[in-house]
């Protein structure tokens, strides 16, 4: 099983800021298959990013992913008030599907 | 673009069976690998497992002894079984198929 583990735990920023969230992979993801998803509270998770780097539909141009094998990252050029959320990333390269512990990106 | 909707009891009693089905529209089930995942209160997401359209599965090993997922393609729908339950399997449960989830359901294990 491959284990993600996201960092950091907490982010404290201000709006308009640039965030930057860590994701590594205990082995290599399998061809990239890492995706990224944003959680506000009482709700499903929406995907952001797939693929490591491709946004998904509907996605504002300020979220990009980056990385390849087993470091990943996603950054957020400048925070927008709904972006103060929780972070996932998410590896479906290799069975068991696996989460991170996710990211709290929080206002400083 | 395509929706999941959950539903099923919000109460289970332990050692019981969890029963969830995913209703499907605005496309086919007829394709895709389709999932579900689950969120203990104030946890994180932890992928249960999923079943493609022809009716093959992969379950989570954690979790494998106790899960059943089908489909029913000409309901549209696929399901979750999931037995023996205790309170550690308390979670909002999501389906989801290609980045859509639905909106998730909470299911409480307790007496």
């Known amino acids: 099983e491959i284990v993600l583990t996201q960092s950091p735990g907490t982010l404290s920023l201000s709006p308009g800021e640039r965030a930057t969230l860590s994701c590594r992979a205990s082995?290599?993801?399998?061809?990239?298959?890492l995706a990224w998803y944003r959680q506000k509270p009482g709700q499903a998770p929406r995907l952001l990013i797939y693929?490591?780097?491709s946004r998904a539909t509907g996605i504002p141009d300020r979220f990009s992913g980056s990385g390849s094998g087993t470091d990943f990252t996603l950054t957020i050029s400048r925070l927008e008030p709904e972006d103060f959320a929780v972070y996932y990333c998410?590896?479906?390269?290799?069975?068991?599907?696996?989460f991170g512990g996710g990211t709290k990106v929080e206002i400083k | 673009q395509v929706q999941l909707q959950e539903s099923g009891p919000g109460l289970v009693k332990p050692s019981e069976t969890l029963s969830l089905t995913c209703t499907v529209s605005?496309?086919?089930?007829?394709?895709?690998?389709w999932s579900w995942i689950r969120q203990p209160p104030g946890k994180g997401l932890e992928w249960i497992g999923y079943?493609?359209?022809?009716?093959?599965?992969n379950y989570n090993p954690s979790l494998k002894s106790r899960v059943t997922i089908s489909i029913d393609t000409s309901k549209n729908q696929f399901s979750l079984k999931l037995s023996s339950v205790t309170a550690a399997d308390t979670a909002v449960y999501y389906c989801?198929?290609?980045?859509?989830w639905g909106q998730g359901t909470l299911v409480t294990v307790s007496s």
């Open positions: 989801e198929v290609g980045g859509y």
């Open positions: 605005g496309g086919s089930i007829t394709n895709n690998y």
């Open positions: 079943i493609y359209y022809s009716g093959s599965t």
């Open positions: 082995q290599s993801v399998s061809s990239n298959y």
């Open positions: 693929g490591a780097s």
């Open positions: 998410q590896q479906y390269g290799s069975s068991p599907l696996t």
